[in-house]
């Protein structure tokens, strides 16, 4: 009631506002960019022409805040495989700034209170409030960032995701995250070095610093959405997500991610189970897992007695020589980053035993890391953990590990509940899928340090938004069926002497 006089004014204005806005800065535009070409000549057009371009594209994101949410996730495989590149981690916050600011401008300050009031919204405030007040020079003057405001920006983006991702745009952010993650997959195939008679080693710059689990998870998120338009394609598009899907697989295995395999078995399986049929109307959707579940074990059964030993000797070695080039710590020579993953690992757990309830603070396992980490490997003394629950547990303590993880689960759990009680195909097959991408999440969080990686904040609104919707959807469809019963009684009544 508060703001509806401020509304109606901005509603009133708000055309007239904008023409002069734009014919002010086109004036002002073409008299800056005289004067720089003067003073500085043909040199600068180039950087003129990149301001242009940047001033458009953040015109876009204003008018409409949707597409600034699908540059932020479709730019994520891209900046996980070109992390040095400016665009992608300078920009990415403003693109976000302006995003809110054009979402509240479109919607005069309008916006949905229901959205807030949920698990993912409400946990994900109660661990920012507990990672701060335990720890407020860790929060906010961190030596690697200001985790306050990092945390701020992924809750403002559960916000956004449900307010601007309905599940009519979703295929939107699907096809652009899926291009992306094919020009990545395309581009990661070639830099892999497949050698021997059939593969001996597959390198792909595979070391603790690398980016390739970044990379494999977020072409995961690909195959996932190329699984579920797959599904629902039509004419020759039929013929087209196969080859996608195949690209990006291969993607995913050249990254030489021990994890990514996993997902990669992990995604396919549950996609395969949990996808609802598009073609025709299923019987029971429980009936339809279960015949698919006996199909899945029947695959595994024969792999596990078809597929020679040999194959899988030559994967393991594949694997395992994915790892770190060889060093020699004391007696013992290794040449595998699952070492120095459990050297760390150990390392969190002996740290959070002396600090088990609040934690050392968020971002700080590397400053106390060298009083912890054994002695053969203290060149890894700056490193993460790599272990998302383990970095979590062990700076904000088991208080706030619960809440992460309970923040974890809320999506999952709704999702889960939409696949089982909604009648809808369409929103079956959604669930599925963003299900089926926080299951991966939750894989490569076990040798990854990603808890605040943008993709599942936003798919954790994206779940807010669909939950929302299926609870709308329920009561109207109840709305009908009593508004019809007591037609139905009415006319019962009429037609009685």
């Not at 703001?3 to 800056?32: D, E, N, Y």
């Amino acid at each position: 009631m508060l703001l509806q006089p401020l509304r109606q004014s901005l509603k009133l204005a708000s055309s007239q506002a904008l023409i002069f806005v734009v014919a002010l800065a086109t004036l002002a535009g073409a008299v800056i960019l005289g004067l720089l070409i003067a003073q500085n000549g043909p040199d600068i057009v180039p950087v003129l022409l990149l301001g242009v371009a940047g001033v458009l594209f953040a015109g876009l994101l204003f008018f409409r805040p949707f597409f600034g949410l699908v540059f932020l996730l479709a730019s994520m495989p891209l900046q996980a495989k070109y992390p040095d590149v400016p665009i992608f981690s300078s920009v990415l916050s403003l693109v976000g700034l302006v995003t809110l600011a054009g979402h509240l401008f479109q919607n005069r300050l309008q916006f949905e209170v229901r959205y807030l009031l949920r698990p993912q919204f409400l946990l994900g405030l109660a661990f920012i409030l507990w990672m701060t007040f335990t720890n407020v020079q860790a929060a906010t003057a961190g030596a690697s960032r200001n985790w306050l405001w990092t945390y701020v920006q992924l809750l403002m983006l559960v916000w956004l995701s449900a307010e601007l991702i309905p599940p009519d745009k979703q295929h939107i952010l699907m096809i652009c995250c899926i291009a992306t993650g094919c020009l990545n997959a395309a581009l990661s195939i070639p830099e892999a070095h497949i050698t021997g008679s059939l593969v001996t080693t597959v390198r792909g710059g595979a070391d603790l610093t690398g980016n390739q689990d970044e990379t494999a998870l977020f072409l995961i998120f690909a195959l996932a959405f190329a699984m579920y338009l797959g599904a629902k394609a039509k004419n020759w598009t039929r013929f087209l997500f196969p080859l996608i899907i195949a690209l990006l697989s291969l993607g995913i295995v050249v990254t030489v991610s021990r994890t990514g395999f996993i997902m990669l078995v992990a995604v396919l399986v549950l996609m395969f189970l949990l996808l609802p049929s598009f073609a025709k109307e299923p019987k029971s959707y429980l009936a339809l897992i279960r015949s698919r579940m006996i199909w899945v074990v029947g695959v595994g059964l024969v792999a596990l007695v078809i597929v020679p030993g040999s194959y899988w000797q030559i994967l393991e070695e594949t694997i395992r020589m994915s790892g770190v080039p060889t060093r020699d710590v004391g007696t013992t020579s290794w040449n595998d980053t699952s070492v120095v993953r459990y050297a760390l690992w150990d390392s969190a757990i002996r740290m959070w035993r002396d600090y088990p309830i609040v934690g050392v603070g968020i971002g700080q396992f590397t400053e106390y890391n060298r009083f912890y980490i054994n002695a053969d490997f203290s060149h890894y003394v700056d490193k993460v953990p790599h272990n998302m629950y383990l970095t979590v547990l062990v700076e904000t303590g088991v208080v706030g590990a619960v809440i992460y993880l309970l923040w974890l689960l809320a999506s999952c759990w709704d999702l889960l509940r939409i696949m089982l009680r909604s009648k809808s195909r369409e929103m079956v097959g959604l669930s599925a899928t963003w299900f089926t991408t926080f299951i991966a999440f939750c894989i490569h969080g076990l040798t990854s340090t990603t808890q605040y990686y943008k993709p599942i904040w936003m798919f954790a609104g994206i779940s807010t938004a669909l939950w929302v919707l299926y609870q709308q959807e329920k009561s109207q469809a109840l709305a009908g069926s009593s508004a019809g019963l007591q037609a139905a009684t009415r006319q019962k009544q009429a037609a009685e002497p």
